[in-house]
C-alpha cells in the first residue's frame, strides 16, 4: 500500500478545507461519512473526536479511505476545487483511523445487550457494517462466513499493494470489540441452512453473499490451462498459492475486461513477472466502469491498454494458447438508454500474440444465492428487494452489497449495511412493543 499522510501532512491538508455551510463533500459519500465534521474536528487539533466522527457512522472507515474512488464521490463535490485542487479527504480520512489504531483509542462503543440475536451471511463490506451496525443496538450479531477469515474480497482478493490484508484486519477487530461473533468457516448455502438459523433464535437474516463468480466469454478455450478466470487467480495470489505467479512469469499476458477487477488482474500480472500485459476491452476509455486512478496507476505500470477491441476466438493448438482473435468495434447509443453498445466492425479481424488470457468481464452473485428458494431473484441471479432498507420477499430477511446491485464499490455496500441495519432495529423494536 502507498503510504498515508504524517499528523502534520493530514493538519496541512484540513487547513485547506473552507468550511462550508452546507458541505456538499458529505452530499458524495454513499457510506455517510460526513467529510465535514471530521475535517472540522481536525482543524481544531481534536484528533479523537474526529476519528470517533468517522467510526460512528463507518465501522469500515479506514477500507473506504483507501479503496473507494474518493476522486469521484466526496472530493469531487469539494468546493476547494473550483479553486484549486480538491481536499484530499480519503487521505485524512486513513490518518485519522491509522491514529486511533497506533494511539490505542476506541472509538466505537458497544450498546448494552438487549437480547436479540440476527445472523448475517457473508463477512465481506455490507455484512460487516450491518454487523457494527446492529451492535452498536445492542443486538448480538453473529456473522456466518464460508471462508477461513472474515473480510470477504477485501481480505482474499484485492491486491495486496491496493488494500494490505494486516490493515483490514484491525478494521475488523474493531468490529470484534462490538461483541460481533464471527462463525468462519461456516457456510449458509441455502433454504434448509435459512429455516435452521430461525428455529436457533435469530430473529433476522442478512443476506450480503457478495458476487463471488466470475463471468466468462462466450469463446470455447479448446480445454487450455492458460484461459483463466481473473477472480480465481486473483485469490490464488492473494493466499500466495504456490504456481500462481508462475502461470503469468516471462509470458505475454492479455486481460479481457474494463472493471476494477481487470485492473487489479492486469497490474498483478506485471507485477509477477510478466513480460508484456495488455488489457482488451470493447468500449471507449471513458466508459470503462474501474476508477480512474486505478487506470491511471495501470498505465504507469506499462499496461498497454487495447480499447474499441473485442475478442472473438482464442487461437490454441494442441492445448497452448498462441494468440487471441480480435476485431475492431465502434459504439452505437443502445436501444434502453443505457451505455452504449459496441458494434464489430467488418473487415478488422486480426490476431495478438499471447500466452495467457486473464478472463474479467465481470462478476456475478455467489451460487448458494440461488439456493434461497423463497427469495426473489432478478434475471441476473441478483436478490431483489423491495425498498432502501433491503427488505427481501421472504418476512424477516434482508440483503444488501453486491448481491443486491451487482460489483460495486465497498461505499455502497456499507451504505447499504448501514440502512439494513437501522430497519433491522425498527422491526425488533417493534415487535419488542407488540402485546
Same mark, same amino acid.
Given at each position: 500500500?502507498?503510504?498515508?499522510?504524517?499528523?502534520?501532512?493530514?493538519?496541512?491538508?484540513?487547513?485547506?478545507?473552507?468550511?462550508?455551510?452546507?458541505?456538499?463533500?458529505?452530499?458524495?459519500?454513499?457510506?455517510? !461519512?460526513?467529510?465535514? %465534521?471530521?475535517?472540522?474536528? /481536525?482543524?481544531?487539533?481534536?484528533?479523537?473526536?474526529?476519528?470517533?466522527?468517522?467510526?460512528?457512522?463507518?465501522?469500515?472507515?479506514?477500507?473506504?479511505?483507501?479503496?473507494?474512488? !474518493?476522486?469521484?464521490?466526496?472530493?469531487?463535490?469539494?468546493?476547494?476545487?473550483?479553486?484549486?485542487?480538491?481536499?484530499?479527504?480519503?487521505?485524512?480520512?486513513?490518518?485519522?483511523?491509522?491514529?486511533?489504531?497506533?494511539?490505542?483509542?476506541?472509538?466505537?462503543?458497544?450498546?448494552?445487550?438487549?437480547?436479540? #440475536?440476527?445472523?448475517?451471511?457473508?463477512?465481506?463490506?455490507?455484512? /460487516?457494517?450491518?454487523?457494527?451496525?446492529?451492535?452498536?443496538?445492542? *443486538?448480538?450479531?453473529?456473522?456466518?462466513?464460508?471462508?477461513?477469515?472474515?473480510?470477504?474480497?477485501? %481480505?482474499?482478493?484485492?491486491?495486496?499493494?491496493?488494500?494490505?490484508?494486516?490493515?483490514?484486519?484491525?478494521?475488523?477487530?474493531?468490529?470484534?470489540?462490538?461483541?460481533?461473533?464471527?462463525?468462519?468457516?461456516?457456510?449458509?448455502?441455502?433454504?434448509?441452512?435459512? +429455516?435452521?438459523?430461525?428455529?436457533?433464535?435469530?430473529?433476522?437474516? $442478512?443476506?450480503?453473499?457478495?458476487?463471488?463468480?466470475?463471468?466468462?466469454?462466450?469463446?470455447?478455450?479448446?480445454?487450455?490451462?492458460?484461459?483463466?478466470?481473473?477472480?480465481?487467480?486473483?485469490?490464488?495470489?492473494?493466499?500466495?498459492?504456490?504456481?500462481?505467479?508462475?502461470?503469468?512469469?516471462?509470458?505475454? *499476458?492479455?486481460?479481457?475486461?474494463?472493471?476494477?477487477?481487470?485492473?487489479?488482474?492486469?497490474?498483478?500480472? #506485471?507485477?509477477?513477472?510478466?513480460?508484456? %500485459?495488455?488489457?482488451? $476491452?470493447?468500449?471507449?476509455?471513458?466508459?470503462?466502469?474501474?476508477?480512474? +486512478?486505478?487506470?491511471?496507476?495501470?498505465?504507469?505500470?506499462?499496461?498497454?491498454?487495447?480499447?474499441? !477491441?473485442?475478442?472473438?476466438?482464442?487461437?490454441?493448438?494442441?492445448?497452448?494458447?498462441?494468440? %487471441?482473435?480480435?476485431?475492431?468495434?465502434?459504439?452505437?447509443?443502445?436501444?434502453?438508454?443505457?451505455?452504449?453498445?459496441?458494434?464489430?466492425?467488418?473487415?478488422?479481424?486480426?490476431?495478438?500474440?499471447?500466452?495467457?488470457?486473464?478472463?474479467?468481464?465481470?462478476?456475478?452473485?455467489?451460487?448458494?444465492?440461488? +439456493?434461497?428458494?423463497?427469495?426473489?431473484?432478478?434475471?441476473?441471479?441478483?436478490?431483489?428487494?423491495?425498498?432502501?432498507?433491503?427488505? !427481501?420477499?421472504?418476512?424477516?430477511?434482508?440483503?444488501?452489497?453486491?448481491?443486491?446491485?451487482?460489483?460495486?464499490?465497498?461505499? +455502497?455496500?456499507?451504505?447499504?449495511?448501514?440502512?439494513?441495519?437501522?430497519?433491522?432495529?425498527?422491526?425488533?423494536?417493534?415487535?419488542?412493543?407488540?402485546?
Amino acid at each position: 500500500m502507498e503510504p498515508g499522510f504524517t499528523l502534520a501532512q493530514a493538519v496541512a491538508e484540513a487547513s485547506r478545507c473552507l468550511l462550508c455551510h452546507d458541505a456538499p463533500c458529505s452530499t458524495g459519500c454513499p457510506a455517510n !461519512t460526513a467529510p465535514d %465534521v471530521f475535517i472540522r474536528k /481536525l482543524r481544531f487539533r481534536n484528533l479523537q473526536g474526529a476519528a470517533r466522527a468517522i467510526k460512528e457512522r463507518n465501522a469500515l472507515g479506514g477500507v473506504c479511505a483507501v479503496v473507494c474512488p !474518493t476522486d469521484g464521490l466526496c472530493e469531487m463535490r469539494c468546493v476547494a476545487s473550483g479553486i484549486g485542487e480538491p481536499i484530499r479527504i480519503g487521505k485524512i480520512q486513513r490518518f485519522l483511523v491509522e491514529w486511533a489504531w497506533d494511539t490505542h483509542v476506541r472509538p466505537l462503543r458497544a450498546a448494552k445487550p438487549n437480547g436479540r #440475536k440476527v445472523a448475517i451471511v457473508g463477512a465481506g463490506p455490507a455484512g /460487516l457494517t450491518c454487523a457494527a451496525q446492529l451492535a452498536k443496538g445492542g *443486538v448480538h450479531a453473529v456473522v456466518f462466513d464460508k471462508r477461513p477469515e472474515p473480510g470477504g474480497m477485501l %481480505v482474499f482478493a484485492l491486491p495486496e499493494h491496493r488494500l494490505s490484508r494486516a490493515f483490514v484486519r484491525r478494521e475488523i477487530e474493531d468490529i470484534r470489540s462490538l461483541g460481533v461473533e464471527f462463525r468462519c468457516s461456516s457456510p449458509v448455502r441455502g433454504e434448509d441452512d435459512l +429455516k435452521r438459523l430461525f428455529e436457533e433464535g435469530f430473529r433476522a437474516v $442478512y443476506l450480503a453473499t457478495g458476487t463471488w463468480r466470475s463471468a466468462r466469454l462466450d469463446l470455447p478455450s479448446h480445454g487450455s490451462p492458460d484461459v483463466i478466470e481473473a477472480l480465481a487467480w486473483l485469490e490464488q495470489l492473494k493466499r500466495e498459492q504456490q504456481g500462481s505467479r508462475a502461470r503469468v512469469r516471462d509470458r505475454t *499476458v492479455i486481460v479481457v475486461g474494463g472493471g476494477d477487477t481487470a485492473i487489479d488482474a492486469a497490474v498483478c500480472a #506485471k507485477r509477477a513477472g510478466a513480460r508484456e %500485459v495488455s488489457l482488451l $476491452y470493447r468500449r471507449s476509455f471513458l466508459e470503462m466502469p474501474a476508477s480512474r +486512478k486505478e487506470i491511471l496507476s495501470a498505465l504507469d505500470e506499462g499496461i498497454h491498454l487495447l480499447l474499441l !477491441t473485442q475478442p472473438i476466438e482464442y487461437v490454441v493448438r494442441d492445448g497452448v494458447l498462441e494468440a %487471441v482473435r480480435v476485431v475492431r468495434t465502434t459504439l452505437q447509443p443502445a436501444d434502453d438508454g443505457d451505455r452504449s453498445r459496441p458494434v464489430p466492425l467488418q473487415g478488422t479481424e486480426h490476431t495478438i500474440p499471447a500466452d495467457v488470457v486473464i478472463e474479467a468481464p465481470g462478476l456475478l452473485p455467489a451460487d448458494d444465492v440461488a +439456493k434461497f428458494s423463497e427469495v426473489a431473484l432478478d434475471h441476473n441471479q441478483r436478490i431483489i428487494v423491495r425498498d432502501a432498507s433491503g427488505a !427481501t420477499s421472504r418476512l424477516h430477511v434482508f440483503a444488501g452489497g453486491d448481491a443486491v446491485r451487482g460489483a460495486s464499490i465497498v461505499a +455502497k455496500a456499507v451504505g447499504d449495511g448501514q440502512r439494513a441495519a437501522r430497519a433491522i432495529l425498527d422491526q425488533l423494536a417493534a415487535e419488542g412493543r407488540q402485546p
